[in-house]
């Protein structure tokens, strides 16, 4: 055989080996979607989608409401990936987890839902997580902060700082930073707000201070007249509030009636925000409140300025959660890019299994609420509390008196 010829067999041989190479290849990535909850399929011409689920309307509306436009804006700064466009699908649960299981249950039936960057509150959290572990679909939240929720299962993240963070740091700042000592604490009974009265008092306790009253609210009502006069009998210097604006709003406008109106309040990151300073106004005077707004860097401040042009408002007067929001949709799109493939038949593939375990690994991504690392348990807030005091109609932040 002559040179020319042998040559051009070799180069035949290379060809047809590299090509059953890729044939295995691309159904070896096919294969990926026989793994346990198998593959979202994207169809051509179809999106992909990321769902939230929260109240925008009713009692709570605000926090739902941030929480999807800060979302919209991140969606809307996604390039397109193999040519698929993404989309939010936002679900108005009215804060309440029954809502938030038919919404789920709905989601499960979609093969192009791919994750969930929600739920907003804690209690429809909880009631969902189990649904989609079961449908392999992950989820991260901006804002639902219960301490339970990253505990038994694969499936649920979040940026924010989870309940036992905060009220260990609202206890030790009243502690160390305030210097105060006679701490009464109240809650609305739910979830959230027990979950960190709980904590602050269980961290008060470890510090040798028994809390001077511990008393529950119920949520949605107007007049905590009985529950104030109880925790005035204490003589309290400080009052710990778990619990939502609505509620909050109620005991700031009260508490003068009852001797305490120089007893300042210290609430969480759930009822901070202009909505309290609104509907309590002077009263509101000397609030201190937890937030966790990032520091200002190019990326931020382009989102601030994104957000006020879009909806005519200053980033995070509504909640503290708008930052964490645009990050979740960030972290999940990246997590998505990177287990998705394309078909030979034009279709997006997404291995279910694999975006959960993609999710729970995230490391090292740049966000604007910092650099995002999540632990084995879905743990994955860049930085902590801050803390702020209504002073002159405004929130300002303290470090301490």
Known sequence: MNSKKTTFVLWIALFAVAFSAFGVFAQADMSRCDADGGCAVIEPGETIKIGVAGPSTGEYAMYGQDITESQAIS?????????????????????????????????????????????????????????????????????????????????????????????????NFILDDLGLTKVAIIHDGGDYGKGI????????????????????????????????AAVASTKPEIIYYGGFTAELSVLLNQKALFG???????????????????????????????????GDSPAKLA??????EAYGRVTGSMSSFAWFSYDTVQVLADRIRAVAFLGDDGKLYIPRAELVEAVRTTNGFEGITGEITCTENGECNASGPTFYRVVDGEWVIISGE
Do not use: H
Request: aromatic share 10%.
């Open 75 to 171: 969606v809307e700064n996604l390039e397109e990936f193999e040519g698929f466009d993404w989309e939010l699908l936002p679900e108005d649960t009215l804060g309440s987890a029954e809502t938030a299981v038919a919404v789920a249950n709905k989601w499960i039936t979609d093969p192009t839902l791919v994750a969930v960057a929600g739920n907003v509150f804690t209690a429809e959290s909880a009631a969902v997580i189990p649904i989609f572990e079961k449908a392999f679909i992950p989820m991260m939240s901006p804002s639902a902060t219960g301490a339970n929720l990253t505990s038994d299962n694969a499936v649920f993240n979040r940026l924010v700082f989870q309940d036992a963070a905060q009220g260990a740091f609202a206890a």
């Open 303 to 308: 989102f601030d300025a994104q957000y006020e």
């Open 197 to 228: 009265a709980d904590t602050v008092s269980a961290t008060l306790k470890d510090r040798g201070i028994d809390a001077v009253a511990y008393e529950s609210i119920t949520a949605g009502e107007a007049d905590y007249g009985a529950v104030l």
């Open 260 to 294: 305490l109106a120089d007893v300042p309040i210290f609430s969480d990151d759930g009822a901070f925000g202009v909505e309290v300073i609104e509907k309590a106004g002077a009263n509101a005077e000397g609030l201190i409140g937890t937030s966790s707004v990032p």
